[in-house]
């Protein structure tokens, strides 16, 4: 069974700096792609960033791109997002996503985290 599991959530301050990890169990494959969605209220899930395997590619949404950082510790199965500059719009429950692929698929992702609520208040 699949597990990813969100920690690291909270309220902070616009212009702050908060940083969201999930590990993840039950992954069939021994290679598999990471990355982070949110959702807003009244909006639909958006994708936030990706990261592959070996950590050499990396997407962003032009939204978070160059306030957020996602990397990956494959020997404890996690992926961490760091957000600094953190804005009001940035508010959302944010999900862990994965893929049994090495690299992001068409597809991606394949499984979901349950979501770990982050505020930011002006």
């Known amino acids: 069974q699949v597990q990813l599991l969100e920690s690291g959530g909270g309220r902070v301050q616009a212009g702050g700096s908060l940083t969201l990890s999930c590990e993840a169990s039950g992954l069939t494959s021994e290679k598999y792609a990471m990355g982070w969605f949110r959702q807003a209220p009244g909006k639909e899930r958006e994708f936030v960033a990706a990261?592959?395997?070996?950590?050499?590619?990396?997407s962003y949404s032009r939204h978070v791109n160059g306030r957020f950082t996602i990397s990956r510790d494959n020997a404890k199965n996690t992926v961490d997002l760091q957000m600094s500059s953190l804005k009001p719009e940035d508010s959302a429950v944010y999900f862990c996503?994965?893929?049994?692929?090495?690299?992001?698929?068409?597809?991606?992702?394949?499984?979901w985290g349950r979501g770990t609520q982050v505020t930011v208040s002006s």
């Open positions: 996503a994965a893929e049994d692929s090495p690299s992001p698929t068409e597809g991606f992702p394949s499984w």
């Open positions: 990261i592959n395997w070996g950590g050499d590619s990396i």
